[in-house]
């Protein structure tokens, strides 16, 4: 039994009933805290002073697609159209199963580098079995917290999801990982018809896992009316972006239990349009947070949560002006709101707030150490904001399950020259691919853009295609 007393920093536990921060011990026993409190004095557990820095729950990025790693910005400057067209329509079908590995395991270790614990890791780019267990082996052999969204390839047939290889995860790979959990990248109603998203749904229900869809920018169509008539709306079901969605839908989808990822950043720069934040909250409900795709944006999920509070807050003080001609009195929603998005939020969503998100006796020991001694925090008179804006550079320690999987700044037991190597091969053969400029290359895509356009203005108008 390792026992490991954390002591000497200001704790923002996000724990229900407890100060915003507070200086307090904590006791880790093996993968899980069991006590909470001032001076605790175990005479057999190691030692780790931790002055002048602030230890959070570990971050979760419910959101993200850790296979594309090997994109990263080469879509920079991308629309949606652009986004779907590239990476959807060209290069996904290309990749091979060194690929899946190789991609994510690079975003996987990109997310706990900066602090992030869990991930949903949203895979719709699971073209054969042996795709999802390479993209699997890399999330065990990083030690990260996942989610594993099995998913077919976007854009592909709207046939009802393949639940001979969910299956067979759920016995095999993932019954061996005690820090995976399954559930299904679903294409949902706005990108299947009604009788496929309901086998979907049930197929999720009857296994009790998770399953998650994406909707942005477009009406609800009937399939949406469908699962509410078969009553396959709950707490099983993520809706990611949930833009275009009316207030009447929200409410209703709050009240069945579901819950909402909200990825800000390539929501406004891609064109999702508007975030869902500012419903949910009226609906006495909050999102999670997600980074979405690095072919476009960064990989933190403390930037996604600045980005939803920085946007809240400016439609907030543009309606108080537009009312009484001043901005709003006082901010709001509040830092530790944001904080709470990108934790105890994130951990509701992907169906593991009984074991991570905030930090309390009885729970996994998943925590992020900020260093507020650096010159971009100290003094840090306000620890939940401190830790709010805190840089990757910052993150000075991530432990999950107990273990240290960052230290000293460093990722712990990882070669990152051999990662970021394998990443570079993978990644250039897909670029080469993007940016071929030949006659055939440049009609490929523009059939490519055309049949895309076709489909979303299909989604955007009736809610399925
Ligand atoms: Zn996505």
Known sequence: MARMLLRGMRLVSLAPNRPDSENIDLLIEDDRIVSMGQYLNPHDAELVDLTGRIVIPGLVNAHLHTWQSALRFVGGDWSLLEYLAHTHGHVARRYRQGDMHTGTLAGALNQINCGTTTIGDWCHNCLTPGHADAAIDALTATGIRAVFLHGAAHGGPTRPH?????????????????????????????????????????????????????????E?????????????????ANIVHGTGLSDEWVTKLVHAGVSFTSTPENELGQGHCTAITEQLLRAHAAPSLGTDTDTAVSGEVLTAARIALARQRGLAHDQQLHRTGMSAPTASPTSKQALSWATVHGARALGLADRIGHLSPGMQADLVVIDARALNLCPAHDPVA????????????????????????????????????????SGERFAEKIHASGPLARTRRSVVRRVVRRRLRRQIGSGSS
Not at 177 to 206: C, F, H, N, W, Y
Not at 220 to 236: F, Q
Request: hydrophobic share 50%; glycine share 8%; aromatic share 4%.
């Open 386 to 425: 401190a830790a709010l804006h805190a840089s990757i550079a910052n993150i000075e320690a991530v432990m999950i399950a107990g273990r240290w999987r960052k230290r000293d700044y460093a990722l712990v037991d990882i070669d990152v020259d051999e990662v970021t190597n394998q990443l570079r091969l």
């Open 162 to 218: 393949d639940m001979r290889d969910i299956d067979r995860l759920l016995r095999g790979p993932i019954a061996r990982s005690p820090l995976l959990t399954l559930g299904m990248a679903i294409k949902g109603p706005q990108l299947s018809a009604p009788e496929v998203v309901i086998a979907d749904l049930r197929a999720a229900v009857e296994r009790g896992i998770l399953a998650s869809m994406h909707q942005s920018a477009g």
């Open 220 to 236: 609800p169509g009937p399939g949406w009316d469908a699962v509410e008539a078969a009553r396959l709306w709950g707490p099983h």
